[in-house]
């Protein structure tokens, strides 16, 4: 596998000119997410090819796909992590394509990554207070009394939702691995998201963790979409209403949940039989 080292998270020159950045916003979108013919290469390696999809405002969708279809790739170029290399992708019907990740967050675009970012050595309180703060448009006001109270309230309401309450004192570095999961998607929710990426929240965790995780989950406000990336089958069909599934770079299906479970070609896959 190529060092992530080696290249540049930087977007090389488009091929053919792009329309301007504004060009898009006019058209109106009732779409959280919708990505154009999306391509994000790496040398050679086309890591996802040409991936078109809609997320519809509100819509809870998952993907999924083997070790390598491109799921995190894809989660990359929607926020600007490693943008495309082609294609346009329009959040809230804005074309969002060119703008940095920070400009993203801004509009409302959460993730959580694969592997954690949390600070260790403070408590889960401290971590939640950081990314109420971080997101707050006062955030340089750190001495300022009625902000600090207001951030400290929506903390405690972030406490609260990925139920962390019981354990707000405790330094982040002793929680098992299941609240971490549940403390990053906190992180998430903190400002006030209108679509979040989870890249394989349930990864790792013990049965009892997986529960509670899609407890979460389901619990969110309806009006929050997410896109779920989740290897387990049935963890993500009790949690979504739509299901993409990708295979080497290239969506294969999407369709509701019941109708992947069923197709042939996507239980081949699950199998680890060859597609032919
Ligand atoms: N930063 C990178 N540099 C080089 N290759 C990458 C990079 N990120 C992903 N890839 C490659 O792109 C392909 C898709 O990876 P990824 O999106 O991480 O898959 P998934 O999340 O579905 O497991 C893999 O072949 C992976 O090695
Ligand atoms: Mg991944």
Avoid: C, W
Wanted: proline share 5%; glycine share 10%.
């Amino acid at each position: 596998m190529a060092s992530v080292s080696q290249l540049t998270a930087g977007r090389p020159a488009p091929a053919a000119p792009r329309p301007a950045a504004g060009a898009a916003t006019a058209l109106a979108s009732s779409h959280a997410l919708e990505l154009r013919g999306v391509s994000r290469r790496f040398g050679a390696l086309r890591a996802i090819d040409d991936v078109s999809l809609q997320v519809a405002a509100g819509e809870r969708r998952a993907i999924l796909g083997a070790n390598g279809a491109g799921k995190t790739t894809l989660f990359n170029a929607i926020t600007g992590d490693f943008p495309p290399t082609d294609g346009q992708v329009l959040f809230f019907g804005e074309d969002v394509t060119e703008l940095p990740p920070y400009e993203r967050i801004r509009r409302g675009l959460r993730r959580t990554y694969q592997s954690s970012l949390l600070f260790g050595q403070l408590t889960v309180r401290d971590n939640l207070f950081l990314a109420v703060r971080g997101i707050g448009r006062n955030r340089y006001a750190l001495r300022r009394a009625s902000a600090s109270h207001s951030s400290r309230i929506a903390t405690e309401e972030l406490l609260d939702r990925v139920r962390l309450s019981h354990i707000a004192d405790t330094p982040v570095s002793s929680l098992a691995h299941g609240q971490q999961r549940q403390l990053e998607i906190g992180m998430a929710l903190a400002g006030a998201p209108r679509l979040i990426l989870f890249d394989e929240p349930a990864a790792g965790l013990a049965p009892g963790e997986r529960h509670e995780l899609v407890a979460l989950l389901r619990a969110l406000p309806r009006h929050m979409g997410f896109v779920l990336i989740e290897h387990d089958l049935d963890i993500a069909l009790r949690v979504v209403e739509q299901v993409t599934v990708m295979h080497n770079g290239r969506v294969l299906k999407s369709g509701p949940p019941e109708a992947i479970e069923n197709d042939a070609e996507v239980q081949a896959i699950y199998m680890g039989s060859d597609l032919g």
